[in-house]
């Protein structure tokens, strides 16, 4: 059971360069989150998911897209990359209800030149 | 719209004392869910303690517990016999309509 995992764990791109962000998770959790870690700043939701095939925006979602077509996939794509993208990129999922908790990967720290 | 606060960036105690992070919220959803996560240097994120809000009863888990005031929006963590394995930045966050929203976070040192 390897929880939520993340690749790559670290990537450096070139302003106007794209990539994508990996997120899988073994556990059968409905819900999937993409956060960005900012010093000072906190942990802000950029998109999520409350199952296959659909996506919602969380409270930074500009300059980012994401798909959900497996359950137990969120891919995290950055069409232009920018250098105010430079940060430490989380993965999470949970089961549905309230009171369960978010299993987060380990983060992705992405630097934009 | 939901918002966490955090209003202590850093904090430090002592081994073997006792220290409290505080933590304000504001919420329009009635039934609602509160946490404390942990983020050590490893970056890995634990969550620490949870509280259902229509409980009055503080939730403790071993030496955390949270002193909950739902009139005053406040969900503040406790730590007795702070440890150095406690040294980390914690986050308070709120759960309501599929999401979390997290608070700023505040850095724990512990002093040996």
């Known amino acids: 059971n390897a929880g939520v995992t993340q690749t790559p764990k670290f990537r450096v791109l070139k302003t106007g360069q794209s990539m994508t962000l990996l997120c899988a998770q073994d556990?059968?959790?409905?819900?999937m989150y993409w956060y960005r870690q900012d010093p000072g700043m906190g942990l802000r939701l950029i998109h999520y998911?409350?199952?296959?095939?659909?996506?919602a925006k969380g409270e930074v979602p500009d300059g980012y897209n994401v798909s959900r077509l497996k359950k137990q996939n969120f891919l995290l794509g950055l069409e232009s990359a920018a250098p105010s993208q430079t940060s430490v990129y989380f993965c999470?999922?949970?089961?549905?209800?309230?009171?369960?908790?978010?299993?987060f990967g380990p983060g992705t720290r992405l630097t934009v030149t | 719209a939901q918002t966490v606060t955090q209003s202590q960036p850093e904090m430090s105690v002592q081994e073997a004392e006792t220290v409290t992070l505080s933590c304000t919220y504001d919420t329009s959803e009635s039934d609602y869910y509160l946490f404390w996560y942990k983020q050590p240097p490893s970056r890995q994120m634990i969550l620490v303690i949870r509280q259902e809000a229509y409980k009055q009863q503080n939730a403790t888990e071993n030496r955390f517990s949270v002193n909950f005031q739902k009139a005053a929006k406040s969900f503040s963590l406790k730590i007795s016999d702070s440890q150095l394995g406690d040294a980390a930045m914690y986050f308070c966050?709120?759960?309501?309509?599929?999401?979390?929203?997290f608070g700023t976070g505040t850095r724990l040192k512990v002093l040996a």
């Open positions: 556990m059968n959790h409905e819900y």
């Open positions: 966050a709120i759960w309501g309509t599929y999401k979390y929203i």
């Open positions: 998911s409350v199952g296959e095939g659909t996506t």
């Open positions: 999470a999922s949970r089961l549905t209800g309230p009171t369960y908790e978010q299993y």
